[in-house]
């Protein structure tokens, strides 16, 4: 009853502040500082009334991105400048999203999940077909600048998004089927993704090839390896893991480690790694520095659990903002071109994966992994392939719309499937 009292008392202050939001549009057409205040407030408050429902509390999170683009847009100044330029977070906070989902992850996840190969070949060959391919349809009606519709074709090549597996477990998907795919489209993207981004963009951005492979190792493969790394550490069941001292000194080699890379110099073509490595390093310390202390204070044996997933938010929304404040006059120029455009590509992705798994004659469950697959791709990856390789904010803006776009789509398709069980199952039901 309490929670139903506080969800009305948070929709009507959004409702209100709707109210004057319009009211000031009027008047104004929104160039008021005082509108991104009220929007920022506004979302916030439908942030904490999604919040309270079982079916609807995934888009929480989604509102409170609206909450900071709105006042981002107002307000770019807060988030561009903090003593040096906020662009050198973009690439340390994909890192850190990728470190977080490593710590997911096992060697034996890997084995296991590879077993079956014939569905996950099909389902990555139409990850890495559909959507570029979409893509160039898209760039042929709108005729964007180049650097934007470079932006497009970029995540339409990369690999399928993390996202992909729980909304894949939310939409009573193949979850084993998913996971497959994420991983395989992943480990294969330091060489699909510059190759496909040269022949498809080529034309109309400079593609550096080799410094996109090294900056998706940087960026996916050494943030994930090192969560491996610490998931064994945490959960392996090894016997000198249960060992204070030795984590003790796991921790003091990975500092040093650290440190030393500092002063080390890396061939230019190799020094996005340099960054990488340095952080990973020092997370490792954090995280063995952070056992130890648990340890010892008897705290929350699953600390990882709770902290990592607040941390993935942050960095999720930090890049967010960052990229929105530093392309404020190009996002109000095309944005609303740009929004129907990214909405159209994330939508026929799920429109052509969906149909063409089930021309191959897959199950509906598969059908459904396989649909999310494509239709949900690592949007933080194209955004600091932008910035780190294509050198271009512009490229940078699609991706950021179509990952903030996906997960209403994305949540929303999910919430409709779960309340649909697969066909095949009901078939074996009846039968039984």
């Not at 060959?125 to 005729?143: G, N």
């Not at 008897?298 to 938010?313: A, E, F, H, T, Y």
Request: hydrophobic letters at 55%; proline letters at 4%.
């Amino acid at each position: 009853m309490k929670n139903t009292g506080a969800m009305k008392m948070y929709l009507a202050l959004a409702a209100l502040l709707a109210i004057a939001e319009i009211v000031l549009l009027s008047f104004s057409n929104g160039s008021l500082p005082i509108s991104g205040l009220i929007l920022f407030v506004m979302f916030y408050a439908l942030a904490f009334t999604v919040q309270r429902t079982e079916k609807l509390k995934g888009l929480s999170f989604t509102f409170q991105i609206f909450a900071f683009v709105s006042l981002t847009l107002y307000f770019p100044q807060m988030f561009t400048d903090w003593g040096f330029n906020t662009n050198s977070l973009i690439v340390p906070s994909i890192q850190v999203i990728m470190f977080g989902m490593g710590t997911k992850l096992s060697f034996t996840d890997f084995a296991r999940e590879l077993s079956k190969p014939f569905k996950v070949i099909i389902a990555t060959v139409m990850c890495y077909t559909l959507m570029p391919l979409i893509a160039l349809l898209i760039i042929k009606v709108y005729h964007f600048p180049p650097e934007v519709a470079a932006g497009i074709i970029l995540l339409g090549v990369g690999p399928a998004g993390a996202a992909s597996n729980v909304m894949t477990y939310l939409a009573k998907g193949n979850l084993a089927l998913s996971m497959t795919v994420t991983t395989v489209t992943t480990l294969i993207s330091p060489l699909a993704t510059p190759f496909l981004m040269k022949l498809f963009a080529g034309q109309l951005i400079e593609v550096d090839t080799i410094g996109m492979m090294i900056s998706i190792l940087n960026m996916l493969f050494i943030p994930v390896f090192a969560g491996i790394i610490i998931n064994k550490i945490l959960y392996g069941n090894l016997p000198w893991t249960k060992k204070n001292a030795n984590i003790s000194i796991m921790g003091v080699i990975s500092f040093i480690v650290g440190f030393v890379l500092i002063f080390i110099p890396f061939p230019a073509i190799l020094k996005s790694l340099k960054t990488g490595l340095i952080l990973i390093s020092w997370a490792i310390t954090i995280v063995s520095v952070t056992v130890i202390v648990v340890r010892r204070t008897n705290g929350p044996q699953n600390w990882m659990d709770i902290v990592l997933p607040k941390l993935s938010l942050g960095a999720i929304m930090l890049y967010i903002v960052i990229v929105a404040a530093h392309n404020k006059a190009t996002l109000l120029s095309i944005g609303p071109a740009l929004f129907i455009a990214t909405i159209a590509h994330n939508l026929l992705g799920y429109i052509s994966g969906y149909s063409l798994s089930r021309a191959f004659g897959f199950s509906e469950k598969d059908s459904r992994a396989i649909t999310m697959e494509v239709g949900t791709k690592n949007a933080g990856l194209a955004v600091g392939l932008a910035y780190d390789v294509l050198k271009s904010q512009a490229a940078a803006l699609a991706p950021l719309i179509f990952g903030t776009w996906m997960n209403i789509s994305a949540s929303s398709l999910a919430t409709f499937w779960s309340q649909h069980e697969p066909r095949e199952k009901l078939i074996k039901e009846e039968k039984v």
